[in-house]
């Protein structure tokens, strides 16, 4: 192959690569965009969002997983919370609440054409800025 061909194929291989990052930007973008027209999923204080699409599965960010419980996960959004005894009602309120807009942001997601499945992912950089905000916030 002369190196005109093998150029001419190595940048059509290139273009289509960066298409297909683009493509799947766009997709991440266009999900996002359907959870946000959603008024309880965006008026929710933590903001489930499309991280990535693998295949036909949604990898959406959570506040809960194996590692972090819901009470934790509840404690970072509703920090006057803590206070709280375990058994408040405030608290089953609150889990009841977040188990059904994740949920619906579940749903949403996968009334989409191209996503049959959701994967829950735990929002690390999430619990990361929150902790920094923490700190900033108790620092004066």
Same mark, same amino acid.
């Given at each position: 192959m /002369?190196d005109? %061909?093998q +150029?001419i194929?190595v940048m059509?291989?290139?273009?289509l690569?960066v298409s &297909?990052?683009?493509w *799947?930007?766009?997709?991440?973008? /266009?999900l @996002?965009d359907?959870?946000?027209?959603? %008024?309880t999923v965006?008026?929710?204080?933590?903001?489930?969002?499309?991280?990535?699409v693998?295949?036909?599965?949604a990898?959406? /960010?959570?506040?809960?997983?194996h !590692?972090?419980s819901t009470?934790? #996960?509840? !404690?970072a959004? +509703?920090p !006057?919370?803590?206070? $709280?005894?375990?058994?408040? *009602?405030? &608290?089953?309120r609150?889990?009841r609440e977040? #188990?059904?807009?994740?949920?619906?942001a579940?749903d949403i997601i996968?009334?989409?054409?191209g996503?049959n499945r959701? *994967?829950?992912?735990l929002d690390e @950089?999430w619990?990361? $800025?929150?902790?920094? %905000?923490s700190?900033? @916030?108790t #620092?004066?």
């Amino acid at each position: 192959m /002369s190196d005109r %061909k093998q +150029f001419i194929t190595v940048m059509v291989v290139a273009a289509l690569f960066v298409s &297909w990052i683009g493509w *799947r930007g766009f997709e991440v973008i /266009s999900l @996002n965009d359907q959870l946000m027209a959603d %008024k309880t999923v965006a008026s929710y204080p933590y903001q489930h969002r499309v991280l990535r699409v693998e295949g036909d599965t949604a990898v959406i /960010s959570s506040l809960r997983s194996h !590692s972090v419980s819901t009470q934790q #996960a509840l !404690s970072a959004v +509703f920090p !006057s919370m803590r206070h $709280l005894a375990d058994t408040h *009602r405030d &608290w089953q309120r609150a889990e009841r609440e977040l #188990a059904q807009v994740q949920a619906r942001a579940g749903d949403i997601i996968l009334a989409t054409s191209g996503v049959n499945r959701v *994967r829950w992912e735990l929002d690390e @950089n999430w619990y990361h $800025l929150q902790s920094m %905000k923490s700190r900033y @916030n108790t #620092a004066f």
